[in-house]
Each structure stands twice: as structure tokens, then as C-alpha cells.
């Protein structure tokens, strides 16, 4: 059960900017839950690229980065390389279901 | 660098049990909450369960009672069963370690489960 919204896909051209959002509501992002983000590239396992709202893991580039708003997170490529081409998840805990929770997930598409 | 590799059969009938187990290596497998994560075809990430290094585990209220998770320390290994699966459940299965802060950040490569008579 997704209970965090994530647009299906957004697109940019090679070296621009794009984000993604994570919509939630007070049962999860908004009460103060972490959010995490997951790169998925074809094939393979989800691989975390931010953790805690705006951290990167070693070895994740700094084009890559995270916020959080209230009830929504957003993260953002910056400098959109042909390689960021992927599926991308977010996740976060929900206290009303009792279970981490992620993203419908977004792909990114590089024109 | 902690390395975790699921195994089991890829071919369940519908209603038997699906039974997977995930081996760590290059690590210890204390002090960690170990997860279960599937993934059906074309769909999102679903998370099905995690038991800790002392067997106390949890598991995703949607699943109702068909989860059993187990941990052998001394094999570093942990294990799901699925009972009573149905076609809904074909999915790639991960096992994954969540860290403290919530986030899964080792993954297994997956392995896919079809069921299907």
C-alpha cells in the first residue's frame, strides 16, 4: 500500500535540474518521520541515496539531494546525467498503518 | 563490505508456502534489524517484515498471519515464509538490513518468486 505519492515520471534534458516529490500526510512525513530516497536502476536493487531527510551515503555524488516540508519531501538532481536514468523511491514510516511505508515511485528520464 | 544474497525456489504453487532465506557476509549480523522487501512486476516496493538479531520481529499488518520470520545467528542467516500465497504474491523478493535511523541501506540482489501452478 503506497500511501506516499510520487509523480510517475519527470524529464530533463542532459546537465539540467530536476525534482521529485514525496506527498505524505500526518500519519507519516508530517508527523515527523524520516524520509529516505532510493535509486533504482534497471534490473537492479534499490540502492539508498539520501537517508534522514538530506544525507548522502558515501560514494553518492552531491548533484543529489534532499529536503522536507511538512507533509512532503523532494529530492533533486542537479547537472542530470544520461546514468541518473532510473526508478526512483521514496520512504518514511506510518504510525497509523505500523509499517515503513514507501513511494509509488518515479521514473527519471533523461531527453 | 557487508554483502547479503537471498536463495530459494523461484517457482511456488498457489496456496503452498513461500520459504526464503537471505545469508550475510562480511559482517556481523547483530545489532541490526533484518528485512524482507518485495516487488511485483512493474509495481512499487512493498515492505513485508524485519526480525532483529534476538528473534523479536514484526510484519506488515496487510499480510495478515501468513508471515514467519526466523534468524539463525550462528549461520548469519535469516528467513521468510509466506503461506497460503496466491499470484498477488510474484514478486522480486529483497532481503535488506535496515540501520538504525530507518532507512535500508544493504540490499540483497533479489530474487525472483513466480507462483503458479
Known amino acids: 500500500q503506497s500511501v506516499l505519492t510520487q509523480p510517475p515520471s519527470v524529464s530533463g534534458a542532459p546537465g539540467q535540474r530536476v525534482t521529485i516529490s514525496c506527498t505524505g500526510s500526518?500519519?507519516?512525513?508530517?508527523?515527523?518521520?524520516?524520509v529516505h530516497w532510493y535509486q533504482q536502476l534497471p534490473g537492479t536493487a534499490p540502492k539508498l541515496l539520501i537517508y534522514?531527510?538530506?544525507n548522502r551515503p558515501s560514494g553518492v555524488p552531491d548533484r543529489f539531494s534532499g529536503s522536507k516540508s511538512g507533509t512532503s519531501a523532494s529530492l533533486a538532481i542537479s547537472g542530470l546525467q544520461a546514468g541518473d536514468e532510473a526508478d526512483y523511491y521514496c520512504?518514511?514510516?506510518?504510525?497509523?498503518?505500523?509499517?515503513?511505508?514507501f513511494g509509488t515511485g518515479t521514473k527519471v528520464i533523461v531527453l | 563490505q557487508v554483502q547479503l544474497q537471498e536463495s530459494g525456489p523461484g517457482l511456488v504453487k498457489p496456496s503452498e508456502t513461500l520459504s526464503l532465506t537471505c545469508t550475510v557476509s562480511?559482517?556481523?549480523?547483530?545489532?541490526?534489524?533484518w528485512s524482507w522487501i518485495r516487488q511485483p512486476p512493474g509495481k512499487a516496493l512493498e515492505w513485508i517484515a524485519y526480525?532483529?538479531?534476538?528473534?523479536?520481529?514484526n510484519h506488515n499488518p496487510s499480510l495478515k498471519s501468513r508471515v514467519t520470520m526466523s534468524v539463525d545467528t550462528s549461520k548469519k542467516q535469516f528467513s521468510l515464509k509466506l503461506s497460503s500465497v496466491s499470484a498477488a504474491d510474484t514478486a522480486v523478493y529483497y532481503c535488506?538490513?535496515?540501520?538504525?535511523?530507518?532507512?535500508?541501506?544493504?540490499w540483497g540482489q533479489g530474487t525472483v518468486v513466480t507462483v503458479s501452478s
Open positions: 500526518s500519519s507519516n512525513i508530517g508527523a515527523g518521520y524520516d
Open positions: 526480525i532483529y538479531y534476538n528473534g523479536s520481529a
Open positions: 520512504q518514511s514510516y506510518d504510525s497509523s498503518l505500523s509499517v515503513s511505508v
Open positions: 535488506a538490513r535496515r540501520a538504525d535511523y530507518g532507512a535500508f541501506d544493504m
Open positions: 534522514v531527510n538530506n
Open positions: 562480511g559482517g556481523s549480523i547483530g545489532y541490526y534489524h
